[in-house]
């Protein structure tokens, strides 16, 4: 029986982390010291009290059906949350859950766009961005992010035509794998933006509780104007390292949270109720003190991965947010790609290519601050020691 393909897997190819896992083992085969930086999965556990709730609702056995809709007291988590952390009061309609952030990326642009309809999308940006946007059959105009501009979007060269024929925008900030945040006057300028050109904002903040140098970290929707134009996703998974749990939730404009609940309706029962427990435990007690210990454990982490290559001479800019670094490749080199290969096999520093997050990520890679400052400084004496840096 021949079995035919459909033609939209065309666009789905090996993934990068699987290709760098596959160099990983190789290196480990050899008996060698792997460092790796790749995969922005957080080292942290989950704060235990967290768990303990987790593991004492899995024992209910009537926790185990389908749990259909949230709880009252998940939404009520949220809204509590939200008000006390941003200052933001969000109703009951404004509110739903999703299974990650990643699956709702995935799905969220069906009930909102029609196949062709054009969505704008970063570049370089988190690839669920895009590859949602491919799965409903959108149109793409890839926005370029841009060093010079702080990485930031510059709506003025936007054409008026890309303009008219926009739908959806997706922005992110603290930005994946930018590593930077943006001011007031952005978040301000792009609400502008979207009503002047009837857009609506998908706005990812995974990251607001893991920003630098004693700067707050901001939701976009505590800016006058946020909720007529758009919704945010809140994810648990940095904040409270509940990253297997898959626990988060869009927030915002309630037309838009009607018609993604009853899409997901048709293929999804909910999320389990165990989880949902966890997840108002983390929203509703103190645990900011825990969250403000841990950031500043990641800036510890940046601390060592940039002052160390910068002693080598390799220049990583500091982190603005996110637990990530950002930064270009050095002058001997052409390909992020090539580069990557070549750091893995000669130092057993594994990192990611810029050019995995669009075209304008080439010649910069991404390392995820997902050791101790420790191993850090023993990665960087391993690069050092390697010679790739002087070739």
């Known amino acids: 029986m021949k079995i035919e393909i459909a033609d939209k897997m065309k666009g789905f190819e090996a993934g990068i982390f ?11 085969r050899a008996g060698r010291k792997v460092y790796n930086f790749s995969v922005g999965t957080p080292d942290f556990k989950p704060f235990p009290h967290i768990m303990k709730t987790v593991s004492d609702a899995c024992l209910v056995p009537g ?27 969000i109703g009951r309609d404004e509110v739903m859950s999703i299974y990650g952030s990643q699956e709702g990326m995935a799905h969220i642009f069906q009930p909102l766009i029609n196949p062709g309809d054009v969505v ?38 936007i054409p008026e035509d890309v303009r008219a024929a926009a739908k959806v925008m997706v922005v992110s900030y603290p930005a994946n794998p930018l590593c930077v945040t943006a001011p007031d006057s952005f978040y301000e300028e792009l609400i502008a933006f979207a009503k002047a050109n009837d857009i609506i904002i998908i706005h990812d903040n995974a990251y607001s509780d893991i920003v630098y140098d004693g700067k707050p970290g901001k939701s976009f929707l505590s800016f006058p104007g946020a909720r007529e134009v758009g919704v945010e996703f809140y994810s648990l ?32 029962y909910g999320i389990f109720y165990p989880v949902q427990m ?24 940046r601390d060592a991965l940039c002052d160390g290559f910068d002693r080598l001479g390799w220049h990583i800019p500091k982190s603005q947010g996110t637990m990530f670094a950002w930064g270009p490749i050095p002058e001997n080199f052409s390909s992020s790609s090539d580069f990557v290969i070549e750091l893995i096999e000669k ?45």
């Open 18 to 28: 699987s290709i760098l896992n596959d160099r990983k083992l190789e290196v480990e």
């Open 63 to 89: 926790n185990y059906g389908y749990s259909i809709s949230d709880m009252k007291e998940l939404t009520d988590a949220v809204i509590y949350r939200y008000k006390k952390r941003y200052g933001v009061d």
């Open 120 to 157: 704008l999308v970063p570049n370089p940006g988190y690839p669920i961005f895009s590859m949602g946007a491919y799965l409903a059959q959108a149109s793409q105009w890839r926005y370029p992010l841009l060093p010079e501009n702080n990485y930031l979007p510059d709506f003025e060269h």
């Open 237 to 268: 998974s940095k904040t409270f390292n509940y990253t297997g749990a898959r626990m988060s939730f869009v927030v915002g404009n309630a037309q838009i949270v009607d018609v993604f609940k009853r899409f997901r309706s048709q293929i999804d």
């Open 278 to 301: 966890g997840a108002i435990d983390a929203l509703t007690n103190d645990y900011d003190e825990e969250i403000h210990r841990q950031c500043a454990e990641y800036q510890k982490r």
């Open 347 to 391: 130092s057993g520093v594994i990192c990611t290519p810029g050019i995995s997050f669009g075209s304008l990520g080439e010649g910069f890679v991404r390392f995820a601050l997902v050791l101790p400052p420790e191993e850090i400084s023993q990665a960087v004496e391993a690069v050092d020691k390697c010679g790739i840096l002087s070739r």
